[in-house]
Structures are given as C-alpha cells and as structure tokens.
C-alpha cells in the first residue's frame, strides 16, 4: 500500500490541525505525572491529542499508516487479542491462588485488567500514529520530542539545584507525590516531570538515542547527565551500555587512528565522571548501597517479585494469570513467607519480561517478542545505528522497568518503523 494513500486531503484542512495534534503529542511524552488532571488517573495531554486525532481519522473511517508498517501492526494486534483473550479467559476461568488482600487500587481485578488493556491500545494506536509521524515528518517529530525532553531535563535540574542550594521547590501542577533520593544527607527529587525516577531515567535513556540520531552530541551528553539526576541504578547501567556500544560499534566508518581517539577521549570521560561520582557518595549510594547488603530488604523484595512471576508462570505456563493480575496473586506465590506477605499494596514484577509471562503466559510473551525482533530488524541500516544501539539499551532497562504500555515507548518504536521505512523507499534503496 503506498504512502500517498494516507497524506492528508489539503482541500479540508485536517492535515494541518492533524500535524499540531501530533507534534503537541510528541513534546508532551515526558508530562505523564506533571502538568496532568487527576480523574482517578492522571490524565495526560498527549492522551487528550491522540484521542482527539484518532477522533479525525476514525470519522473518515480510515487510519495512517507507515509504508512497511502492516507486517509490525498485525504482530501488535495479535498480542493485543490475545492479552484481551486470555484475560477473558481468566474471567470465566480463574486461575488459582488469588489473593484477598485490601490492595490499594484503583478498580479491583477486573476493572484493573480492563484498563491495561485499554492503555495497551491506546499504546497501540499510538505507535500507528508515531510511525506515521516519523515517516511523514521525521524533521518534526524530532523537534518536538528534543523541545519536550528539554523542558523536563531543565525541570530535573531547577529541583536538583532548588535541593542542593534549600531554596523552597515549586512543583508543577499534577505532582502530589514526588519521589526522593537522599545522598550525602541531601534529599532530591529524583521523578522530575514522571511518576517514579525509572520512567524518568528511561526516557532521558531514548532521548539520548534520539539525539545521537541527529547528530546532537552535546544534547546526548546533557541528557546522560541529566540521566543521572534519576538516581535510577538499571537505567545507570543502561546508559554505560550505550555509550560502550557507541564506541565500540557507533564508529565503524571511520579511521582506526579516530575511533581510538574517540575511545581515549570516551575513558577519559567516564574516569573523571566516574571520580566524581565516587567523591560525592553518588556510587555509593546508587550502586553500591542498592546492589550490597546495605539494602538487603529491598533486594530480597526485588528478587522475590521475579521469583513470584516465575512462579506464576510455572503454574499457568500458557495462559497466564491474566493481565494486570500480579499483584492480586503475589501473596499466594511470594517466596519469603509471612515477611514477604503484602496487606495493602498492590505490587507489581518490575521486570517487563518476567510480567508477560506471568501474566500472559508463553503466547504473550512470544508474541510481543516477535514484535521486538521485527523492530531490531528494521534498524540494521548504518544511519540508524544510534536507534539500534539504544533499542538494545532499552531491552536491557526492561528487566527493572514497571510497565510496557507507557506512551513514549510507543513512541520510540513508532520512530524506528518511521525512519526505516523513510531509508527503504528512498531512491538509494531502490
């Protein structure tokens, strides 16, 4: 199907009023906590702008697509049904081991399901539309994420300098539970604009991978440090991966006598970073404290949630318990006995990975792991090497990661099969 098929009708005006709903879309990814409306979940701009676009598209009974995009929407639509399928399944027969614990949340088991389902198709959809975006208007698609990412990044920093120096911090509107860190008896902020540091760390995580794609190497530098900030230990390691894979792969065009410079210069960074992080208990705490016995407790938790998914899923290995169901579950599967026993919070795996297959078994897993294999696939091109390498990252921060349905991952994918699909129908490409 050709791309003409879905451009815009200039005659009606959509496409303008379209382009603005996706690029306020795009600059708004990073605002899923700040700058939101509390109607028992906070409601997000860019929700609002995707909802109103697909709005537009759906009146016309049509929807934009990438060219090359339909092999990744079927995989994306079959994972959706089967994560709606099982789920029913689990409804007219339950898997055994539920708990009845008063867990504080929002809607009970099936309403819970019901709405990671519904968040699973906005994600869905959105990932339609970002890919659209990339291929029609890369230029300003990049724009707006880099002006969104900006603004959080300086917001990050306005809250760690407002702790350093203890002048009062001004929280944007739709913050109400900020998340702390303390170093060196110093608490800051670690969430920024997001809910919890990970989200934040993982964001900042792509967004160097988008910089580094145009060709932005400071804004990639000031987003790693800005990364930091988060004190997020997965998303730490994550970007010392990246930047290990950019120099060891990221200068493969080049002389040999510059790529050692390049690797020279890239030590030498790290060493003085590193020093500085060491002096100022930074490592400390972030890495030593999180990984020693220090925080034994916190550990044996985190352990014990990958334990209890795998638990799960050796009891229901096909179906799963169904999803959004781990938490309700974790009590009966929890390998700590009564000291790992949950009264009133629901919890969550905190492993992408491990969450499938509790809770969707081997055919979920499977089939959303089809559908990363299909976007590493589609970034093997030299130009898109910086997007590859930071898909790779990504996969990597998925281990200690809450939850695959957060938009600007959508987004993330949606610009991978945007720009390959740019490169494939280019003239050099044919």
Known sequence: MSAEAFLPDPRTGHGTVRRTL???????????????????????????????????????????????????????AWFTLAAAGLSLVRVVLPAEGASTGDFGVRFGPAG????KLLYLTLGVFGFLLFAWAAYANERGFLRAWRFGAVLAAAYSWY???????????????????????TVAGVSFIRSGTFQEGNFMGLFLLVSIGLALYERRH?????????????????????????????????????????????????VLAAVVVGVILFQTGYIESVVVG??????????????AFVVAGLRMFADHPLAGIGIS????????????????????????????????????????FLLFVTFLLAIYRRLRHPSLRPLRLTFIAVLFSFNAFPTYTVMFLWAFFGLAAGASARIASSPAAT
């Open 22 to 76: 996706l690029l306020v879309a795009v600059a708004a990814l990073p605002f899923t906590y700040a700058l939101t409306l509390n109607v028992r979940f906070p409601l997000k701009i860019y929700e609002v702008a995707i909802a109103l676009l697909l709005l537009t598209y759906l009146l016309e009974l049509r929807l934009p697509a990438a060219p090359g995009s339909a092999v990744l929407v079927r995989r994306l």
């Open 112 to 115: 819970d399901a019901v709405a």
């Open 159 to 181: 809250l760690f300098v407002a702790a350093v120096v203890g002048l009062p911090m001004l929280l944007l509107p739709g913050i109400e539970d900020p998340k702390y860190f």
């Open 218 to 266: 400071w804004l990639a530098v000031f987003f790693s440090l800005t990364l930091l900030l988060t004190f997020s230990t997965v998303n730490l390691f994550a970007l010392a991966l990246l930047w290990v894979l950019l120099l060891i792969r990221g200068g493969s065009g080049i002389s040999v006598r510059r790529r050692a410079a390049y690797v020279a210069v890239g």
């Open 290 to 303: 999180k990984l020693s016995t220090e925080e034994l407790g916190s550990r044996l938790k985190r352990i």
């Open 325 to 364: 169901q781990f938490g309700y579950f974790y009590n009966t599967y929890q390998p700590l006995g009564v000291l790992g026993v949950a009264e009133t919070v629901k919890l969550i795996p905190n492993n992408i990975y491990v969450e499938l297959l509790a809770e969707l078994g081997i055919i979920g």
